[in-house]
């Protein structure tokens, strides 16, 4: 029999956590440590707390809730955006609604995801934004082509 070594990824996409619901970091923790090719560097529970950590760990990737106490996910992006412009950042909420959507885009989000995503599919678009591509969740995907068809 014959064994196969799957390589080692060359490197880790360095992944950050920002929801105020510790159920949900735990759960996005436990699907990033998971992927050989990611790596959870931090959490914070709120934009405020994440100013403070997201520049000291240089994360590739920031997952950011929207709705937060303290400071919200979109202002806590503007914020960082203007001293991290290569850090990518993915809207995670519950929420589709276009109004939500543009107003995360035009702070510079670089995709936004829901909540319902699977392990998999979450893997897939932290990949996908940190090569540079815009990535939605279909179900926002298609509510803002919706938005934009309708008369």
């Known amino acids: 029999m014959q064994t196969i070594v799957m390589p080692l990824p ?8 920002v929801d105020d619901h510790p159920m949900v970091r735990t759960g996005l923790a436990a699907a ?17 707390e994440a ?18 106490p303290r400071l919200d996910g979109i202002s806590a992006m503007s914020q960082l955006r ?9 809207m995670l909420t519950s929420s589709g609604e276009p109004v939500e959507v543009r107003r995360a885009m035009t702070a510079g989000a670089n995709g936004y995801l829901l909540k319902n995503a699977s392990a998999a599919d979450l893997a897939q678009m932290i990949r996908n934004a940190h090569i540079g591509r815009r990535v ?16």
């Open 82 to 90: 203007q001293t991290m412009p290569s850090t990518k950042f993915l």
């Open 136 to 151: 939605f969740a279909p179900e926002v995907a298609e509510a803002m082509i919706n938005a934009t068809l309708e008369p």
């Open 10 to 17: 060359a490197f880790k996409i360095r992944v950050f956590v």
């Open 51 to 68: 100013l403070a950590m997201i520049p000291v760990l240089q994360p590739d990737v920031v997952l950011m809730d929207i709705s937060m």
């Open 32 to 48: 990033i440590g998971a992927q050989a090719d990611l790596m959870l560097v931090g959490e914070a529970e709120d934009g405020r």
